[in-house]
């Protein structure tokens, strides 16, 4: 399932009326369509069936609860980085042994809270990150199940703010030195080593670094083996492309043929941690044209979204779709930039873009705008964020209010004399 398709030139979610939705709630919103998120995660999920894999979903691509439920309900799991998105994930009923931490600056107070719920496994970052967590595990009596990241050093040919599998990157072990420090992770006696963990990067839409990735940490593998370190888990990420423009999308089936084998071979469970791929096509950012400005050098279709809504064209030079919601309005077209009422000239959504000619009021839908899109968002230029509703068939729901003032200015207060 999609989720969005045009029927006699209106854009509809599942069975709703898009304009029905913004009459309604206004705009600017987000828009999920729960029917797509369950297919994409059972699409995953079965293309890798004969792996049995655990499926844990990066809660960073979007982290919204009625989304989250919507996915632990069809038994994915989690990918964590704070104490946010763990307690998030726990609170749509992830099971703890789904639920897997990342990131490279865990505090103190994280390592707790996941020990204290027992969660299926760290991904450490560093040898000061297994000593604080052994003490962490000690003082609480338990075990802390971990995976090394390891930092392969491949290009995966994606934007550099994405690409996280480089030597230059900030995350992981180099090979070279990661046997040295699963050694010392297994003199320590709260740490359990349970796997090895990858992830080279996002918006990976061909094989090649997925498979020079495993094939570079399969000598590793051997050693730890030969070395007397068992492992359980083989960690390989998330960084599934899909489509913005015309890009075809890497095919799990491609995908799953490339590494059975491999990872049969290793004799470990294999997890997956996918972001993207699970709901970035799930959802749109719908927004109101504010005006048409033409100057002799362009022209400009200024919306009611900014980069503090979707930062991912200022920030990735990302491509987004954009389509009108109502298919009349395509008759006569034009090329203009489509931008934002921020104060910054990185304030754009789309450069010189073919649309219909609009006008104030019409309404724009910025399609795959569910990943990374409402988690990146900010107050930037005191800003609410806009709304994120959710459809399923033919029934919709505001599933995070528009911000308000109140909002906005929550928590601060008047230097006092
Ligand atoms: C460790 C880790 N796992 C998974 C993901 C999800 O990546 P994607 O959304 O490309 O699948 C990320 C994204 O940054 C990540 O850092």
Do not use: W
């Not at 490339?258 to 959802?283: H, Q, W, Y």
């Not at 109502?326 to 450069?351: R, S, T, Y």
Request: charged share 25%; proline share 4%.
């Amino acid at each position: 399932m999609n989720g969005f398709k045009y029927i006699g030139g209106e854009l509809y979610s599942e069975d709703v009326k898009v304009a029905e939705i913004a009459k309604e709630v206004g705009t600017p919103f987000y828009l999920y369509s729960s029917g797509a998120l369950f297919n994409n995660y059972h699409e995953f999920e079965g293309a890798f069936s004969e792996l049995n894999p655990l499926v844990c979903y990066a809660y960073k691509a979007n982290s919204n609860l009625a989304l989250c439920k919507v996915l632990a309900g069809a038994g994915c799991g989690a990918d964590v980085v704070s104490e946010g998105e763990l307690r998030k994930a726990l609170q749509v009923g992830v099971p703890p042994e789904k639920i897997v931490f990342n990131g490279n600056g865990k505090t103190l107070r994280e390592l707790n809270l996941a020990l204290e719920h027992d969660i299926l496994m760290f991904n450490v970052d560093s040898d000061e990150e297994m000593v604080s967590l052994n003490s962490t595990a000690a003082e609480l009596r338990k075990k802390a199940r971990i995976s090394l990241r390891v930092n392969p050093d491949i290009d995966p040919k994606t934007h550099s703010h994405i690409a996280t599998g480089l030597k230059e990157s900030k995350f992981g072990f180099e090979i070279s030195s990661a046997i040295e420090s699963y050694h010392i992770a297994n003199e320590l006696g709260n740490l359990e080593v349970a796997g090895i963990h990858i992830h080279i990067g996002s918006q990976i839409t061909s094989l090649e670094p997925f498979m020079d990735a495993l094939e570079k940490i399969a000598p590793l593998l051997t050693k730890l083996e030969e070395t007397g370190i068992e492992l359980k888990y083989l960690n390989v990420g998330g960084g599934l492309g899909i489509t913005y423009r015309e890009e075809p999308p890497l095919l799990l089936s491609d995908y799953r043929q490339a590494i059975a084998s491999l990872v049969k071979a290793t004799g470990l469970k294999i997890i997956f941690e996918p972001g993207r791929r699970l709901v970035g096509n799930a959802g749109i950012l719908i927004t109101q044209v504010l005006s048409l400005k033409e100057t002799p050098h362009k022209k400009f279709v200024v919306v009611d979204v900014g980069m503090n809504d979707l930062i991912r064209p200022a920030f990735y030079d990302a491509y987004h779709e954009i389509k009108t919601v109502k298919d009349e309005a395509a008759a006569d077209g034009i090329v203009a930039d489509v931008v934002g009422p921020l104060c910054e000239c990185g304030d754009f959504l789309a450069k010189d873009r073919e649309i219909p000619r609009v006008r104030g009021g019409d309404l724009l839908a910025i399609f795959s705008a569910g990943a990374y899109g409402f988690s990146m968002s900010s107050n930037y230029n005191s800003r609410c964020r806009a709304a994120e509703v959710l459809v399923k068939g033919d029934i919709f729901q505001v599933v995070r209010e528009r911000e308000t003032y109140e909002d906005l200015i929550r928590g601060e207060r008047f230097f006092e004399n």
